[in-house]
């Protein structure tokens, strides 16, 4: 599994929040569906209030959160 960070906007009424997340899918388009999944879950946002604006895999020595990246090293 590949690691990709997905950022974008969440656009609600007289609000835009930037986010940046990182999860682990075989393919970009698989992050971005998990990412809209989370953020509707947790926000209790729409899709059509997310703006993706990029999905890009990231080297394991670039990864951020430190869980992903115990996972993708096989510790």
Excluded: C, W
Aim: hydrophobic share 40%; no cysteine; net charge positive.
């Amino acid at each position: 599994m590949k690691v990709f960070r997905v950022s974008g906007e969440i656009f609600k009424p007289n609000l835009a929040t930037p986010f940046a997340k990182e999860v682990m899918a075989n393919k970009s388009e698989h992050a971005v569906e998990r990412v809209y999944a989370e953020l509707g879950s947790r926000h209790r946002v729409k899709r059509h209030h997310i703006k993706i604006a990029e999905s890009v895999e990231v080297p394991v020595d670039q990864i951020e959160n430190e869980v992903l990246k115990k996972i993708a090293l096989g510790e």
